[in-house]
């Protein structure tokens, strides 16, 4: 059974930094993609940003520059550091993990999300 444990979250004014942080309870190098999404109020989940196990990264248009998605493997952990935060950052973020199945497909593992809210 894989777990992910989100923290970081809080309640920051416009321009501040938090660092968000995923671990996961087993080896990460078992996952072929990891990613941040987000949902706000009313919204639907939106992908943040993805690293694949090759070493590309993506991010969301509106937070490239902002934001940086890292990884330690020997912690089995990735991180999201998030600078200057605007209102329209504000969400539950949630850790996600992507691994292949043995017969095909993936199969998504979520954490239960922290909360991000930005306001001045």
């Known amino acids: 059974q894989v777990s992910i444990v989100e923290s970081g979250g809080g309640l920051v004014q416009p321009g501040e930094s938090l660092r968000l942080s995923c671990v996961i309870s087993?080896?990460?190098?078992?996952?072929?993609?990891m990613g941040w999404y987000r949902q706000a109020p009313g919204n639907e989940r939106e992908l943040v940003a993805i690293?694949?196990?090759?070493?590309?990264?993506n991010y969301l248009a509106t937070v490239k520059g902002r934001f940086t998605v890292s990884m330690d493997n020997a912690k089995n952990s990735m991180y999201l550091q998030m600078n200057n935060l605007k209102p329209e950052d504000t969400a539950l973020y949630y850790c996600?993990?992507?691994?292949?199945?043995?017969?095909?497909?993936?199969?998504?593992?979520w954490g239960q999300g922290t909360r991000v809210t930005v306001s001045s």
């Open positions: 996600n993990a992507r691994q292949r199945r043995a017969l095909g497909g993936d199969y998504d593992y």
């Open positions: 690293i694949h196990s090759g070493g590309t990264i």
């Open positions: 087993t080896d990460i190098l078992r996952f072929y993609v």
